[in-house]
Structures are given as structure tokens and as C-alpha cells.
Nanobody, 125 residues
């Protein structure tokens, strides 16, 4: 049974930082591209960042480029999202997702095979 469990969310002031983690189990983690998405109240779930399963290439939404960094540790079956210089508009539930052998179309939700339950990030102004 595949499980993706996010952690690290919370309440932070604008300009602050958070580091999200997503621990995976029940799958061969190294074969999966991993992505982070977020969903604010009343809005569609949107792409934030992704990292490939081979080569470790990274991709970011324009809105977070230069502020967020995605990374992975295959030995720990974990993907991270370091979020710096947070803004109130970053407030959302953040989800991690896994895409088997994913190489393209990372920004599309339907490319992903497994999803976590999400972790809330709230940025106060």
C-alpha cells in the first residue's frame, strides 16, 4: 500500500521560512518523479515544483521560482520543499505526489499516480 505523508506545515509570518517533507512508503521511491502542489480555499490545485526520478532535474512554477527549492533523498524515501521568503499568497494546503518514471508534464495533476493527504501552510501578513 502506497503512502505519502507530508509534514512540516504551520503558521509563519511573511518573509519567514518553512521546510516541508514528504515521506513515501510502499513504492520504489527512486523510480518516481516527485511533485509538490498546493490548493488555496476556493481555488484549483496548482503545481508548485517537481524533481525528476533520474538526474534530479527540478522544475518550478513562476510564482515560487527563486524562493522555493525541491530536493529528494532516495535513501530516506523523502522529498523536501524548502520555502523561503514566504508570502501571504503562499497560504494553502500543500500536497506531494508521485509520478512513476515521470519525465515531462510535471505541472499536470493527472500525470501523478499517488497523492498525500496534504499539510496546511499559513502565512500571516
Amino acid at each position: 500500500q502506497v503512502q505519502l505523508v507530508e509534514s512540516g506545515g504551520g503558521l509563519v509570518q511573511a518573509g519567514g521560512s518553512l521546510r516541508l517533507s514528504c515521506a513515501a512508503s510502499g513504492l520504489t521511491f527512486s523510480r518516481y518523479a516527485m511533485g509538490w502542489f498546493r490548493q488555496a480555499p476556493g481555488k484549483e490545485r496548482e503545481f508548485v515544483a517537481a524533481i525528476t526520478w533520474i538526474g534530479g532535474r527540478t522544475y518550478y512554477a513562476d510564482s515560487v521560482l527563486g524562493r522555493f527549492t525541491i530536493s529528494r533523498d532516495n535513501a530516506k524515501n523523502t522529498v523536501y520543499l524548502q520555502m523561503n521568503n514566504l508570502k501571504p499568497e503562499d497560504t494553502a494546503v500543500y500536497y506531494c505526489a508521485a509520478d512513476l518514471y515521470g519525465t515531462t508534464r510535471f505541472e499536470y495533476k493527472d500525470e501523478y499516480d499517488h497523492w498525500g493527504q496534504g499539510t496546511q501552510v499559513t502565512v500571516s501578513s
